[in-house]
């Protein structure tokens, strides 16, 4: 949960900093988890790509959920555009221990909220096939507010969104994954461009190769894995997790030297 606010904690305790070496994993962690994503949810993805050319056509749905989520992902990746485009930049001049640490708080907050209100509505849920326009922006404004603020935890937050718009948590898990591919995609293309600035690459091919495949792998694993939890578990333990990461990061940066961590230079 909340790679971006991971990837950080890890060039904190690596001491990596915030130049071309850091650019070239996060390009990697982008590309990889794009890679993931595509192979995980490629049913879906074929699914959607005859039901745009049915639409076109002007033929019915052979698949109504497929069909469904057209306008709602479009809709929904706005948010998460304009985000990146006019705020990231400020909000990540902001990121320290602290905010992450605060934030996580506030995602555990959330994923309670989201459960208990789910607890109540149970039985009555909505599956893909009656996805709305308002699920769609409500789910990418949550999208949004994860990619500014690190340690929300975008995939959670997202699920715990379309379960306030009362997704049954499978088919929520199932949006929250096909919302993520074209910001990821579009992240991973802006930071290629980044990278082209550099004068001389920083790290060996053989060595961009083998952490690409990583990511892909390591990616595509945590994704089925999150797939299959969800449609049996809450996400009650991904919150407590992220409460006592949150809790640790705090007190590091109140009491500095209580725990190794640096924020990147």
């Not at 607890?119 to 096939?129: F, I, K, T, V």
């Not at 009656?130 to 699920?159: E, F, H, K, M, N």
Request: charged share 20%; glycine share 10%; aromatic share 8%.
């Amino acid at each position: 949960m909340s790679s971006t606010a991971h990837l950080y904690l890890a060039q904190s305790i690596l001491g990596i900093r915030n130049d071309e070496m850091a650019l070239s994993f996060d390009v990697l962690l982008h590309l990889g988890t794009a890679l993931a994503l595509i192979v995980a949810t490629r049913r879906e993805l074929i699914a959607m790509i005859q039901e745009t050319a049915r639409w076109i056509r002007g033929r019915p749905a052979a698949d109504p959920a497929a069909r469904a989520m057209l306008i709602p992902l479009v809709v929904g990746t706005v948010p998460g555009v304009l985000a990146g485009l006019l705020l990231l930049r400020r909000f990540e001049e902001m990121r320290t221990l602290l905010v992450i640490g605060i934030t996580m708080l506030i995602a555990c907050g959330y994923f309670f909220f989201a459960e208990g209100i789910a607890d109540r509505r149970r039985g009555r849920e909505r599956d893909l096939a009656d996805l709305r326009l308002q699920d769609g922006l409500w789910i990418g404004v949550a999208q949004a507010a994860a990619g500014l603020l690190a340690g929300l935890s975008r995939s959670g937050l997202t699920i715990a969104t379309g379960k306030l718009r009362r997704l049954n948590r499978p088919d929520a898990a199932r949006f929250s994954f096909l919302l993520a591919l074209p910001i990821i995609l579009g992240a991973g293309a802006k930071a290629l461009l980044d990278l082209r600035k550099v004068a001389e690459p920083t790290m060996s091919g053989s060595v961009l190769l083998v952490g690409f495949v990583a990511s892909a792998v390591v990616g595509y694993l945590a994704i089925e894995f999150m797939l299959k939890f969800v449609r049996t578990h809450s996400l009650r333990p991904f919150g407590i997790y992220l409460a006592a990461l949150g809790l640790v990061l705090i007190l590091t940066a109140v009491f500095p030297g209580l725990v190794p961590f640096s924020a990147p230079r």
